[in-house]
């Protein structure tokens, strides 16, 4: 059961197995843990966001489908709706955008756990994301990583409502384009 | 209004991020429910913002998260069966559609004839006799001081359900409960539903017995109530 696959763990937990659960929960924690705590910025609001996030994908484990996204990005979506729900009614203080910019191109520690395919993914997203303007990653980082609206991201950074969504949407484009052409660059190989 | 093609472009990055709410995230929906073009531009980005999630930093939850969220589990008890999420997916859609129809003829009972315009009677009990069910009421929300702020609709079926549209440019973002009531008055029923930028739906499949309800309450975070609606009685 430890060393299922992905999908393997959540088709257990949509027929109620218990062990997939455990293995999934232990599997995942520290990400979805990770990734509510950075975006609502309090340790009670993210242990309840992820939480919430396991028993969602409890519930809904049936309609997973592996062809339209891994199970962590399933998970981290989930996690994420979440805590933007969450941050609107309850972040006690606005996260420092400074360190939220520079989680994206921060070493990170290395989990025993982690796929080899898992890691691959990561680097070439973070590779991307290095490859943008400053500006324009620090922009989608915020919005993406710390679930701040393009209203939002206009305030803390002091700029023009237009210019943070255009930060935003050329930097998606830009990290689009780039991972298709190294995704076409792999097929190719 | 819906949005058109241009605006669903500057809308994308923020849709595709999970950002958008309320009334413009419903109208760019829409507008992608008719245009494939928007829909495979939205749906790419879509993947770059799942992409970035990947990015996401690690932290270790407190002493005791998993425990607790094994015990959350099994309290829950047996997640839904597929065949209950594939009825669900089919069920809503169909069944706004119907109560869209409904709201003209609000407060039937299938089986009992009226005096009201036969053609919509006719649809409504075709609606529900497809969807197996036996009655849906519909009713608009109001707030303290009369004004009209949305619409709720009751389902009895199997499972019954609850579909509830609000829009209150004046109401505070955060998380809100949908509260069944009976006749008398006492709570049938809750569920939450989270309120962004003055809009706020609500779909719940509601394990209720719907024809004891006779009124529902928005409640805000504090649980104070905000809005509320008659539901018409069942003729």
């Known amino acids: ?189 | 209004m819906t949005p058109g093609c241009s605006e669903i472009e500057e809308l994308a990055p923020e849709l595709a991020l999970g950002l958008l709410a309320g009334g413009e995230r419903a109208g760019a929906l829409g507008h992608l429910a008719s245009c494939p073009a928007c829909r495979t531009t939205v749906e790419e980005l879509v993947r770059v913002a799942e992409a970035l999630l990947l990015l996401g930093p690690e932290a270790e939850p407190p002493v005791g998260f998993e425990a607790r969220v094994l015990d959350r589990l099994e309290r829950e008890g047996r997640p839904p069966q597929p065949a209950r999420p594939r009825w669900r997916r089919a069920l809503v859609p169909a069944a706004a559609a119907a109560a869209v129809a409904a709201a003209l003829v609000t407060g039937l009972v299938v089986g009992r004839s009226t005096e009201r315009d036969p053609r919509f009677e006719r649809q409504y009990i075709a609606a529900l006799r497809t969807l197996g069910g036996t009655s849906l009421r519909a009713a608009r929300l109001h707030d303290p001081g009369g004004r009209d702020v949305g619409e709720v609709f009751v389902y009895r079926g199997h499972p019954s359900w609850v579909f509830m549209d609000l829009s209150d440019p004046a109401a505070p973002s955060g998380g809100y409960r949908l509260e069944l009531q009976g006749r008398d008055g006492a709570p049938v029923a809750s569920d939450g539903f989270a309120m962004r930028n003055g809009s706020g739906y609500l779909g719940w499949p509601a394990r209720a017995e719907m024809d004891r309800v006779g009124s529902v309450v928005v409640r805000d975070a504090q649980g104070v109530g905000r809005y509320n609606a008659q539901l018409p009685g069942l003729s």
């Not at chain 1, 257990?12 to 293995?23: H, I, N, P, S, T």
């Not at chain 1, 969602?56 to 891994?70: G, I, K, P």
């Not at chain 1, 973070?126 to 303007?133: I, V």
């Open chain 1, 1 to 189: 059961m430890w060393d299922a696959p992905d999908d393997a763990l959540v088709a257990g937990l949509g027929a109620g197995d218990a062990d997939a659960a455990v293995a999934l929960v232990r599997r995942f924690q520290r990400r979805i843990y990770g990734l509510a705590l950075t975006i609502v910025g309090d340790p009670v609001t993210a242990e309840d966001v992820a939480q919430e996030t396991f028993a969602r994908a409890w519930r809904h484990a049936a309609a997973y489908d592996a062809r339209r996204a891994s199970v962590a990005t399933w998970l981290l979506t989930i996690a994420r709706n979440l805590s933007i729900d969450a941050v609107r009614l309850r972040r006690p203080e606005p996260l420092n955008p400074e360190a939220l910019a520079a989680l994206s191109l921060a070493d990170r520690a290395q989990d025993p756990a982690d796929q080899a395919v898992r890691e691959s993914e990561r680097s070439r997203v973070q590779g991307a994301l290095a490859r943008l303007p400053a500006e324009q990653r620090r922009a989608l980082v915020l919005a993406a990583i710390g679930g701040r609206t393009a209203k939002e991201i206009c305030e803390t950074e002091g700029v023009p409502l237009g210019t943070a969504k255009t930060r935003i949407r050329a930097a998606m484009i830009k990290l689009r384009v780039d991972l298709e052409s190294q995704g076409q660059e792999e097929t190719d190989r």
